[in-house]
Protein backbone atom coordinates (compact mmCIF):
# COMPACT_ATOMS: atom_id res chain seq x y z
CA UNK A 1 0.00 0.00 0.00
CA UNK A 2 0.82 3.26 -0.81
CA UNK A 3 1.30 6.33 2.14
CA UNK A 4 -1.97 7.73 2.91
CA UNK A 5 -1.97 11.19 3.77
CA UNK A 6 -4.21 11.97 6.90
CA UNK A 7 -5.41 15.41 8.12
CA UNK A 8 -6.31 15.04 11.82
CA UNK A 9 -8.17 17.62 13.17
CA UNK A 10 -8.60 18.23 17.28
CA UNK A 11 -12.11 19.52 18.67
CA UNK A 12 -10.18 21.32 21.11
CA UNK A 13 -8.87 24.96 21.46
CA UNK A 14 -7.65 24.14 24.79
CA UNK A 15 -2.97 24.09 24.80
CA UNK A 16 -3.28 21.59 27.38
CA UNK A 17 -5.87 19.60 25.75
CA UNK A 18 -6.15 15.25 26.86
CA UNK A 19 -7.71 15.34 23.39
CA UNK A 20 -3.82 16.38 22.02
CA UNK A 21 -1.94 13.94 24.23
CA UNK A 22 -4.40 11.02 22.57
CA UNK A 23 -3.68 12.21 18.76
CA UNK A 24 -0.11 12.08 19.57
CA UNK A 25 -0.46 8.55 21.13
CA UNK A 26 -2.76 7.52 17.82
CA UNK A 27 -0.24 8.65 15.98
CA UNK A 28 2.86 6.64 17.53
CA UNK A 29 0.50 3.77 17.21
CA UNK A 30 -0.84 4.21 13.74
CA UNK A 31 0.33 1.49 10.58
CA UNK A 32 3.90 3.58 8.79
CA UNK A 33 1.78 3.72 6.39
CA UNK A 34 -0.05 6.61 7.63
CA UNK A 35 0.98 10.08 7.44
CA UNK A 36 0.04 12.73 9.81
CA UNK A 37 -0.59 16.48 9.58
CA UNK A 38 -2.64 18.41 12.16
CA UNK A 39 -5.45 20.81 10.47
CA UNK A 40 -6.12 23.70 12.50
CA UNK A 41 -9.07 25.44 13.37
CA UNK A 42 -8.25 27.58 16.09
CA UNK A 43 -7.93 30.72 14.04
CA UNK A 44 -11.80 30.67 11.56
CA UNK A 45 -13.78 32.99 12.17
CA UNK A 46 -17.46 32.89 13.10
CA UNK A 47 -19.09 30.80 9.70
CA UNK A 48 -21.50 32.68 7.71
CA UNK A 49 -22.50 32.58 4.37
CA UNK A 50 -21.69 36.39 3.96
CA UNK A 51 -17.99 35.24 3.28
CA UNK A 52 -18.81 32.52 0.59
CA UNK A 53 -18.91 35.23 -2.12
CA UNK A 54 -15.54 36.02 -0.72
CA UNK A 55 -13.86 33.48 1.55
CA UNK A 56 -10.99 34.57 4.23
CA UNK A 57 -7.54 32.76 3.69
CA UNK A 58 -8.10 30.69 7.25
CA UNK A 59 -11.25 29.37 5.58
CA UNK A 60 -9.11 28.66 2.08
CA UNK A 61 -6.40 27.33 4.12
CA UNK A 62 -8.73 24.87 6.06
CA UNK A 63 -10.44 23.66 2.70
CA UNK A 64 -7.18 23.49 1.25
CA UNK A 65 -5.41 21.18 4.17
CA UNK A 66 -8.58 18.94 3.40
CA UNK A 67 -8.52 18.51 -0.20
CA UNK A 68 -4.69 17.35 0.30
CA UNK A 69 -5.58 14.68 2.98
CA UNK A 70 -6.45 11.68 1.76
CA UNK A 71 -8.60 10.82 4.87
CA UNK A 72 -9.79 12.61 8.23
CA UNK A 73 -9.45 12.19 12.08
CA UNK A 74 -11.22 13.76 14.32
CA UNK A 75 -10.13 13.42 17.83
CA UNK A 76 -12.68 15.14 19.81
CA UNK A 77 -13.88 16.13 23.86
CA UNK A 78 -17.30 16.62 24.52
CA UNK A 79 -19.11 19.66 25.51
CA UNK A 80 -22.57 19.77 27.19
CA UNK A 81 -22.79 16.41 25.30
CA UNK A 82 -22.30 17.64 21.82
CA UNK A 83 -19.08 18.83 20.26
CA UNK A 84 -17.64 21.58 20.86
CA UNK A 85 -18.56 24.80 18.90
CA UNK A 86 -15.06 25.47 17.53
CA UNK A 87 -15.22 21.84 15.80
CA UNK A 88 -18.51 22.73 14.64
CA UNK A 89 -17.89 25.70 12.88
CA UNK A 90 -14.82 24.48 11.17
CA UNK A 91 -17.16 21.99 9.59
CA UNK A 92 -19.19 24.39 8.98
CA UNK A 93 -16.53 26.37 7.34
CA UNK A 94 -15.63 23.16 5.28
CA UNK A 95 -19.05 22.16 3.80
CA UNK A 96 -19.56 25.28 1.99
CA UNK A 97 -20.34 27.00 -0.44
CA UNK A 98 -22.70 24.91 -1.32
CA UNK A 99 -21.11 22.24 -4.12
CA UNK A 100 -17.72 22.77 -2.57
CA UNK A 101 -18.53 20.66 0.70
CA UNK A 102 -14.81 19.37 1.37
CA UNK A 103 -16.03 16.04 3.27
CA UNK A 104 -17.72 14.59 0.70
CA UNK A 105 -16.60 10.75 0.08
CA UNK A 106 -13.36 11.86 2.44
CA UNK A 107 -12.89 8.96 4.71
CA UNK A 108 -13.27 9.67 8.41
CA UNK A 109 -12.97 8.21 11.81
CA UNK A 110 -14.07 9.86 15.14
CA UNK A 111 -12.91 8.98 18.94
CA UNK A 112 -12.39 11.47 21.88
CA UNK A 113 -11.41 11.13 25.36
CA UNK A 114 -12.80 13.03 28.66
CA UNK A 115 -12.53 12.37 32.19
CA UNK A 116 -16.37 11.57 31.97
CA UNK A 117 -17.30 7.41 32.28
CA UNK A 118 -19.00 7.91 29.00
CA UNK A 119 -15.69 8.97 27.04
CA UNK A 120 -17.26 11.49 24.79
CA UNK A 121 -19.67 9.26 23.51
CA UNK A 122 -22.59 11.33 22.72
CA UNK A 123 -20.23 14.00 21.18
CA UNK A 124 -19.47 11.50 19.12
CA UNK A 125 -22.80 10.26 18.28
CA UNK A 126 -23.84 14.18 17.49
CA UNK A 127 -20.68 14.11 15.03
CA UNK A 128 -21.42 10.92 13.44
CA UNK A 129 -24.45 12.51 12.20
CA UNK A 130 -23.26 15.72 10.94
CA UNK A 131 -20.48 13.75 9.09
CA UNK A 132 -23.38 11.41 7.47
CA UNK A 133 -24.55 15.04 6.56
CA UNK A 134 -21.11 15.94 4.82
CA UNK A 135 -21.39 12.76 3.18
CA UNK A 136 -18.12 11.38 4.49
CA UNK A 137 -18.10 7.24 4.36
CA UNK A 138 -17.07 7.06 8.37
CA UNK A 139 -15.53 4.29 10.08
CA UNK A 140 -18.18 2.36 11.68
CA UNK A 141 -15.84 0.52 14.49
CA UNK A 142 -14.41 0.00 16.65
CA UNK A 143 -15.68 2.80 18.51
CA UNK A 144 -13.35 5.11 20.59
CA UNK A 145 -14.82 6.12 24.03
CA UNK A 146 -11.68 6.60 25.72
CA UNK A 147 -12.19 7.28 29.80
CA UNK A 148 -9.35 9.73 30.28
CA UNK A 149 -7.83 8.88 33.81
CA UNK A 150 -5.04 11.16 35.14
CA UNK A 151 -1.21 8.65 34.00
CA UNK A 152 -3.28 6.95 30.76
CA UNK A 153 -0.75 8.86 28.62
CA UNK A 154 2.42 10.57 29.18
CA UNK A 155 3.06 14.07 27.60
CA UNK A 156 4.55 12.65 24.58
CA UNK A 157 1.21 10.66 24.27
CA UNK A 158 3.08 7.29 25.39
CA UNK A 159 0.48 5.18 26.55
CA UNK A 160 1.17 3.44 30.00
CA UNK A 161 -1.19 1.25 30.03
CA UNK A 162 -1.43 -2.21 27.63
CA UNK A 163 -5.06 -3.16 27.02
CA UNK A 164 -5.63 1.01 26.21
CA UNK A 165 -2.14 0.67 23.57
CA UNK A 166 -3.86 -2.28 22.15
CA UNK A 167 -6.86 -1.00 21.57
CA UNK A 168 -5.88 2.39 20.09
CA UNK A 169 -3.22 0.56 17.70
CA UNK A 170 -6.40 -1.67 16.71
CA UNK A 171 -8.35 1.35 16.15
CA UNK A 172 -5.90 2.69 13.73
CA UNK A 173 -4.91 -0.37 11.82
CA UNK A 174 -8.82 -0.55 11.15
CA UNK A 175 -8.71 2.94 10.15
CA UNK A 176 -6.14 2.47 7.70
CA UNK A 177 -8.26 -0.58 6.39
CA UNK A 178 -11.43 1.83 5.78
CA UNK A 179 -9.32 4.47 4.32
CA UNK A 180 -7.71 1.78 1.54
CA UNK A 181 -11.61 0.45 0.99
CA UNK A 182 -12.85 3.36 0.76
CA UNK A 183 -10.56 5.24 -1.70
CA UNK A 184 -10.53 1.97 -4.01
CA UNK A 185 -14.22 2.41 -4.52
CA UNK A 186 -14.25 6.40 -4.19
CA UNK A 187 -11.18 7.71 -5.64
CA UNK A 188 -10.29 10.55 -5.01
CA UNK A 189 -12.04 13.48 -7.24
CA UNK A 190 -9.66 16.27 -7.13
C1 LIG B 1 -16.92 19.81 29.62
N1 LIG B 1 -16.57 18.48 29.92
C2 LIG B 1 -17.44 17.47 29.57
N2 LIG B 1 -17.07 16.15 29.66
C3 LIG B 1 -17.91 15.17 29.25
O1 LIG B 1 -17.55 14.00 29.32
N3 LIG B 1 -19.15 15.47 28.78
C4 LIG B 1 -19.60 16.74 28.67
O2 LIG B 1 -20.72 16.96 28.21
C5 LIG B 1 -18.72 17.79 29.07
N4 LIG B 1 -19.12 19.09 28.96
C6 LIG B 1 -18.22 20.10 29.14
C7 LIG B 1 -18.57 21.40 28.81
C8 LIG B 1 -17.63 22.41 28.92
C9 LIG B 1 -18.01 23.81 28.53
C10 LIG B 1 -16.33 22.11 29.39
C11 LIG B 1 -15.29 23.20 29.51
C12 LIG B 1 -15.98 20.84 29.76
C13 LIG B 1 -15.27 18.17 30.50
C14 LIG B 1 -14.23 17.93 29.40
O3 LIG B 1 -14.37 16.58 28.99
C15 LIG B 1 -12.83 18.14 29.93
O4 LIG B 1 -12.70 19.52 30.19
C16 LIG B 1 -11.75 17.69 28.94
O5 LIG B 1 -10.47 17.94 29.49
C17 LIG B 1 -11.86 18.44 27.62
O6 LIG B 1 -10.93 17.91 26.70
P1 LIG B 1 -9.66 18.78 26.21
O7 LIG B 1 -10.15 20.15 25.89
O8 LIG B 1 -8.70 18.80 27.39
O9 LIG B 1 -9.13 18.02 25.05
Redesign the pocket.
Known amino acids: MTTCKVGYI?????V?????TLSNALIGLAPSELEFTEIPIKDLPLYSYDYDSECPSEGRALKAAIADADAILFVT??????IPGALKNAIDWASRPWGKNSFMHKPSAVIG????V???A??QQSLRSVLSYCNSPQMNAPEGYIK?IPGIFRNDGEVTGSGTEEFLQGFMEEYRDHIVRVLTVLPSRI
Open positions: IGSLAQSINRPECNRSTSPGIGTVAF
